[in-house]
């Protein structure tokens, strides 16, 4: 540790070799190009203008119906501004990056763990790695209060919040060697903050990655062409990453191209694989069987060379990720379609909604999770992408850039979901034990509601189902296959009409797939997955301190013996899903983002710290604020679930109503319809009950630890940093997607 004043290395410390070419732009020329001129004050006018007049359409003027374009031009110009602005004055104030100063990926390379990695690419693998089920799946959940909340968080949320973790978290951590989160906390809140924060971010690695694995098993259940589709990923991808190692080396390109195109076979063929007597046969899988095949998949994965398996849908999953959500966005201002979802909608104001049970506050915003903000980034922003970043100028881009390319996903499967027709929209995101599971059950419930202008038909579920391939769209809980049917729904009008709705609906299918599976088992440049693999890191961390031989990560064994710990912990919660009378998602979902929101609290308690004892007392709040909000959002969230007398609500009251129920000797009781189901809720509601009193436990301890470490560098004046000496850099690189003049100039030097 050294003195708070060390943060920014002396002239002395950095002495360039003068042998060398420049390693970083000087900063009167970085000044220099940073004035403004009449063409830059036109086009942040006109930004800023089109920003204010899309943000009017949608919550001033709100219409009987609102185009869907301006949800786009809301979010971009919003981002646009955000990055601009808010960002620099972060970098201006707390970071203070010094390109002069030699990262960790530059110190340390060897090849393995610590690469210096192109900021393009590096931009990709990190996007990769923290766009899973959240931003795909909570904004679709969300839409039953109305498009307004939903909307102004997710844009505004990930200016103020999410972008702000993600940027301070990588920064810090690339200081500090590409320490993890919980080695952070360890360093800067002290033994009890440090330990609290470990084994909260463990239980709910746990809990997140089984809820991404459930949304998988949700879009694929009964259906034959989804199975087939991303059946076929797996060897693909192990075609692709035997010809880029010893076919083709280094034709990254070339290799993609050829993935490309043959994810579209697997599409294509799968509508004709599922017409088909044996097709149908063979990948008519319940979802209980897939979900054993995803954990299976899990495992091997994970044990696998990274070259062979995990690369290869890296390519595929970046490709499609950023590819798809811009192709999406440009069709939506192309097609226009008009948004008849009210602003505020009957559910808003509501605790016993149909897809989400809680009122709008707090729980539209655990139910976004990750569209906003998303602690299970914390985890990839420390410990993993710190360690390939190549300057540190380039941890904007990554960290405050990556994540606001996530919340547009989260707006574009928020328009996806709203673009339906409503009625659809709930008959697809009701549980099967609301709906029965049938046409019929669905139209009866969905007209119970008793929602304005919706009237359902059973010939609108038969058709819609039929138009996109599929047996039925009754009870498609997870959000996945709805944001699917609304992507198939806009393209169609763009590319191929009615005759390729099936084509579009099974490509965001395996879209969807790709999306999350490489959030389950993969990380860019190692050998095991980003989720599984951070638990697994951690768990080897905390084992090695009574078997010290665990701490070696090259050691076999260990790693095999606690990823299947952590594929067993994951995969336990996932069959309890599936398996769930209540609906599965409709109940663990709000677990999910109660947990992710938490782990983003603790992760900002942590930067909190670390901020107040570099000194930058004027610009706390900055981290304070979203720290502040997450906080009262997630432990009112917590509360709701633990204290609620609501059965619908509150875990434990449903937890004791099912367990009266059997003691009375009741044989069924509300959707559980046997004996074994009501013992399942039971059994269910426990364990769901017991782990959010211990995540808000955990929670609060590592935020009144961080609390007591910032008044404390508060009295002193600062506090003792923990950052890695500083080394001078022997290399240069732009720290934006496009070098700028300067940047061009000590380019052709090098």
């Known amino acids: 540790p050294t003195p708070s004043g060390s ?14 070419p420049p390693v970083a732009v000087p900063e009167e020329e970085r000044r220099r190009e940073s004035r403004w001129t009449p063409a830059k004050i036109l086009l942040w006018a006109a930004i800023a203008l089109l920003g204010g007049v899309a943000w009017t359409m949608l919550a001033i003027v709100r219409g009987e119906t609102v185009n869907a374009m301006w949800f786009v031009f809301a979010a971009v110009c919003t981002y646009l501004i955000g990055y601009r602005f808010y960002s620099k004055v972060i970098e201006r104030h707390i970071t203070k990056p010094d390109d002069r100063r030699a990262t960790p990926a530059e110190v340390r390379a060897d090849g393995k763990d610590y690469v210096p990695t192109d900021r393009r690419v590096l931009y990709g693998h990190h996007f990769a790695a923290i766009a899973g089920a ?159 095949g995803i954990i299976i998949y899990g495992f091997v994965a994970a044990v696998l060379p990274v070259w062979l398996l995990l690369a290869p849908r890296d390519y595929l999953s970046t490709f499609m990720k950023i590819g798809v959500i811009v192709m999406l966005a440009g069709a939506v201002v192309l097609v226009r379609p008009e948004i008849a979802v009210p602003a505020f909608s009957e559910f808003a104001n509501s605790e016993l909604g149909p897809v989400v049970t809680g009122s709008l506050f707090p729980f539209l915003f655990v139910t976004i999770a990750c569209g906003a903000l998303s602690g299970f980034h914390a985890l990839i922003a420390s410990g993993t992408t710190p360690k390939l970043v190549e300057k540190e100028r380039q941890t904007r881009v990554i960290g405050y850039g990556g994540m606001l390319m996530e919340s547009f996903v989260a707006i574009m499967a928020l328009v996806a979901a709203i673009s339906l027709d409503r009625g659809i929209y709930f008959a697809m995101n009701s549980s099967a034990a609301a709906t029965g599971g049938t046409i019929e059950g669905a139209v009866a419930f969905v007209n119970s509601l008793g929602l304005t202008g919706v009237h359902l038909t059973p010939d609108m579920l038969s058709s819609a189902a039929a138009a996109v391939g599929e047996e039925s769209i009754v009870s498609r809980t997870g959000g996945a296959p709805t944001l699917a049917l609304g992507l198939a729904h806009i393209m169609q009008q763009l590319f191929g009409g009615a005759a390729l709705a099936g084509f579009w609906y099974h490509f965001a299918i395996m879209f969807e797939a790709l999306f999350i599976l490489t959030a389950v088992e993969q990380k860019p440049g190692k050998d095991v997955s980003a989720g599984t693999r951070v638990a697994r890191f951690m768990l080897q961390d905390s084992i090695g301190n009574v078997v010290p031989k665990f701490k070696d990560l090259s050691w076999r064994p260990g790693v095999w013996i606690c990823t299947g710990l952590m594929v067993a912990g994951w995969g336990a919660i996932l069959i309890m899903g599936v398996t769930d009378p209540l609906g599965g998602i409709n109940t663990l979902f709000p677990l999910f983002g109660i947990a992710n929101q938490l782990l983003a609290a603790i992760a900002l308690a942590v930067v909190l710290a670390i901020v107040a004892k570099r000194g930058a007392f004027r610009w706390l709040w900055i981290v304070a604020l979203p720290l502040a909000f997450a906080a009262v959002v997630t432990i009112t969230a917590s509360a709701y679930k633990i204290f609620s007398p609501v059965p619908q609500v509150g875990y434990w009251a449903n937890h004791f109503a099912f367990k009266d129920a059997l003691a009375a000797g009741e044989t069924s009781f509300g959707t559980a319809t046997s004996v074994e189901a009501m013992d399942a809720v039971v059994r269910n509601t426990f364990v769901q009950g017991t782990l959010s009193i211990v995540f808000v436990v955990l929670s609060i301890v590592v935020i009144v630890a961080s609390v007591v470490v910032t008044v404390r560098a508060i009295r002193h004046g600062g506090g003792f940093d923990t950052e890695d000496p500083a080394v001078p850099s022997r290399r240069f690189a732009p720290s934006g997607f496009l070098a700028t003049r300067a940047e061009r100039a000590i380019e052709a030097q090098w």
């Open 7 to 20: 943060a920014t290395a002396s002239t002395d410390t950095l002495a360039q070799d003068p042998n060398l």
């Open 134 to 292: 959240g931003p795909l799946v909570g904004p679709v959940l969300a839409a039953q209060m109305g498009y307004l909340p939903g909307t102004i968080w997710i844009i505004v949320g990930v200016v103020l919040a999410g972008a702000v973790q993600d940027y301070l978290v990588l920064f810090f951590s690339m200081r500090r060697g590409g320490r993890t989160i919980g080695q952070m906390a360890r360093d800067e809140l002290g033994r009890i903050g440090g330990t609290a924060a470990m084994v909260a971010a463990l239980l709910i690695m746990i809990i997140i990655v089984a809820i991404l694995a459930l949304v998988v098993v949700n879009a694929l259940g009964e259906s034959p062409w989804g199975v087939f589709s991303v059946s076929m990923t797996i060897p693909i991808a192990l075609f692709m990453g035997v010809y880029l190692r010893y076919i083709r080396p280094g034709r990254i390109t070339e290799v993609s191209i050829i993935g490309f195109v043959l994810l579209m076979f697997a599409i294509i063929g799968g509508g004709w694989v599922a017409s088909t007597d044996w097709g149908f046969a063979m990948f008519h899988l319940d979802r209980t069987t897939i979900a054993w």
